[in-house]
């Protein structure tokens, strides 16, 4: 057990192992007052930080990274005693976390710095540049589920762009966002740039309210809602990653078998507790039986429990009955076990449940489960499947698996991402960016757009020779209005059809 002390706290909070139920950790209930100081001072971390240039920061973080990846066994081991992912499992989200802070890093200046930009024919007389300038502090507020790819994903971005952070880690996973932040503090040890404070909701609606230049936030629907009225008291700017109900197409053409390896591990790896995690399955008539056979071979061998097992607990308990409610309530609409229902949950080990013949409007197809369950639909045709993977209000990702119809399909899914024979393919690439659209949020992470998002754009001219046209001044001429008449008509007065 480990006690975290970041300042004179009034009280604390246990973190249990949910697999075992042991105390693993007691970390400070951190409040208004101690929220502020942490942004206080990295308000004054950030001014270095930022006059640093990009290949002195570039320099740090790539020491950071380094930090993490020799500390991976002792970083993996915190990710599964604290949310109960096997240990496998971590160290894969840590390697996936460490690419795209090597992107960022590497792709900083080529994004982000200033450069030279063309002048109209009217404004010929000026130089003009742009650059994206970071916001100073940023707040970043993670999940539990992903605890390092996901909050790394803002952070990692939020600093290679020149802002410092203050993170709050889910209060399920605090002792992961100690355990990067005293990583960073070893490679960055002249000022706090990125700092930590834990706690619950309170202390994140505090982050939000401290005055920071933008919260990125992960989390689900419902409470993305509340940080953003609490943002908006002082119009702060948000990137708000918030959850799905994602789908896999499998077109009459598809390889079966690897559709179904791919619904497997997309439904039931981290034990369903993914916001892309695959939780619809729609298959063309001609394929489904097969596909059934193939899903069915694939994930019975799959099981929930600690350590060896394939997949570990539910990490929030409440979070055991929105999986039994949504089992129960497809079984009393009709729907069929095809593996696991009713029994699977034992305690917060759920094991795979696969559900056919469920009703469009039950639970289990229209809201986000968050576990082990997959709902598997067969369809006529796939207009049939389209139509039915369109009709929510979320629009993170989908996967389709077809060998000759696939960007075709794609390009008719509304989501932010869509991954062709492979699942969740476009969220590892580095280049890509990353969000969703709807109940799924706004903004992005990853890639270029995950840079510019903790950035605001500054323009910049500079008139470089006299204008031969004076045009914002009082001592503007008829001949230079007559000009300028003449020279509309010439450049936007001519139609074209």
């Given at each position: 057990m480990t006690v975290h002390p970041f300042a004179p706290s009034p009280s604390t909070f246990e973190v249990h192992n949910p697999a075992t139920g042991e105390l693993v950790g007691v970390y400070p209930l951190h409040r208004g007052d101690e929220v502020d100081v942490a942004v206080y001072a990295a308000t004054e971390a950030a001014s270095w930080w930022d006059q640093l240039g990009f290949a002195q920061r570039a320099r740090r973080l790539d020491a950071w990274r380094g930090e993490i990846a020799r500390g991976r066994a002792a970083l993996a081991h915190v990710i599964h005693t604290e949310m109960g992912k096997p240990i496998s499992d971590a160290n894969l989200e840590i390697a996936m976390a460490l690419e795209h802070l090597t992107w960022a890093t590497r792709n900083a200046e080529k994004v982000l710095g200033r450069r030279q930009m063309g002048s109209s024919l009217l404004t010929l007389d000026h130089s003009a540049s742009l650059e994206y300038r970071p916001f100073g502090v940023v707040g970043v507020i993670g999940p539990w589920n992903y605890p390092v790819f996901t909050p790394l994903s803002s952070v990692s971005f939020a600093l290679a762009a020149g802002n410092a952070v203050v993170f709050k880690p889910s209060e399920y996973t605090p002792g992961v966002g100690v355990w990067l932040a005293e990583a960073f503090t070893r490679a960055v040890p002249e000022h706090p740039v990125l700092q930590v404070v834990t706690g619950d909701g309170a202390t994140g609606e505090a982050l939000c309210r401290s005055g920071v230049g933008k919260i990125g936030f992960t989390g689900s629907t419902a409470t993305a809602k509340k940080v953003m009225a609490a943002c908006a008291e002082n119009l702060t700017p948000v990137l708000m990653?918030?959850?799905?109900?994602?789908?896999?197409?499998?077109?009459?053409?598809?390889?079966?078998?690897?559709?179904?390896?791919?619904?497997?591990?997309?439904?039931?790896?981290?034990?369903?507790?993914?916001?892309?995690?695959?939780?619809?399955?729609?298959?063309?008539?001609?394929?489904?039986?097969?596909?059934?056979?193939?899903?069915?071979?694939?994930?019975?061998?799959?099981?929930?429990?600690?350590?060896?097992?394939?997949?570990?607990?539910?990490?929030?308990?409440?979070?055991?009955?929105?999986?039994?409610?949504?089992?129960?309530?497809?079984?009393?609409?009709?729907?069929?076990?095809?593996?696991?229902?009713?029994?699977?949950?034992?305690?917060?080990?759920?094991?795979?449940?696969?559900?056919?013949?469920?009703?469009?409007?039950?639970?289990?197809?229209?809201?986000?489960?968050?576990?082990?369950?997959?709902?598997?639909?067969?369809?006529?045709?796939?207009?049939?499947?389209?139509?039915?993977?369109?009709?929510?209000?979320?629009?993170?990702?989908?996967?389709?698996?077809?060998?000759?119809?696939?960007?075709?399909?794609?390009?008719?899914?509304?989501?932010?991402?869509?991954?062709?024979?492979?699942?969740?393919?476009?969220?590892?690439?580095?280049?890509?960016?990353?969000?969703?659209?709807?109940?799924?949020?706004?903004?992005?992470?990853?890639?270029?757009?995950?840079?510019?998002?903790?950035?605001?754009?500054?323009?910049?001219?500079?008139?470089?020779?006299?204008?031969?046209?004076?045009?914002?001044?009082?001592?503007?001429?008829?001949?230079?209005?007559?000009?300028?008449?003449?020279?509309?008509?010439?450049?936007?007065?001519?139609?074209?059809?």
């Open positions: 990653e918030c959850g799905g109900k994602d789908a896999l197409i499998v077109d009459a053409d598809a390889d079966v078998d690897a559709a179904a390896d791919a619904a497997v591990w997309g439904a039931l790896s981290n034990a369903g507790q993914t916001c892309l995690g695959i939780e619809r399955v729609y298959v063309h008539t001609r394929v489904y039986e097969q596909f059934l056979q193939a899903l069915l071979t694939a994930a019975r061998p799959v099981r929930a429990g600690d350590d060896e097992a394939e997949i570990g607990p539910i990490t929030m308990p409440k979070q055991v009955e929105v999986i039994r409610g949504h089992i129960s309530e497809a079984l009393a609409l009709g729907a069929r076990a095809l593996l696991g229902g009713r029994d699977s949950i034992e305690g917060q080990f759920v094991q795979p449940t696969i559900l056919t013949d469920v009703p469009d409007h039950a639970a289990a197809i229209t809201e986000e489960t968050f576990g082990p369950t997959l709902t598997l639909t067969r369809v006529r045709d796939i207009d049939e499947a389209i139509e039915k993977v369109n009709a929510t209000d979320y629009g993170l990702g989908a996967t389709v698996f077809s060998r000759h119809h696939g960007p075709a399909i794609a390009q008719r899914i509304r989501a932010g991402g869509v991954s062709i024979n492979a699942f969740v393919a476009h969220a590892l690439v580095p280049t890509l960016p990353l969000g969703g659209v709807g109940a799924s949020g706004f903004g992005r992470v990853h890639g270029a757009d995950g840079l510019k998002e903790f950035t605001y754009a500054k323009a910049v001219t500079r008139r470089r020779l006299p204008s031969p046209l004076a045009l914002t001044t009082f001592r503007r001429t008829e001949r230079v209005d007559a000009i300028v008449d003449t020279l509309i008509g010439i450049l936007h007065g001519r139609s074209r059809r």
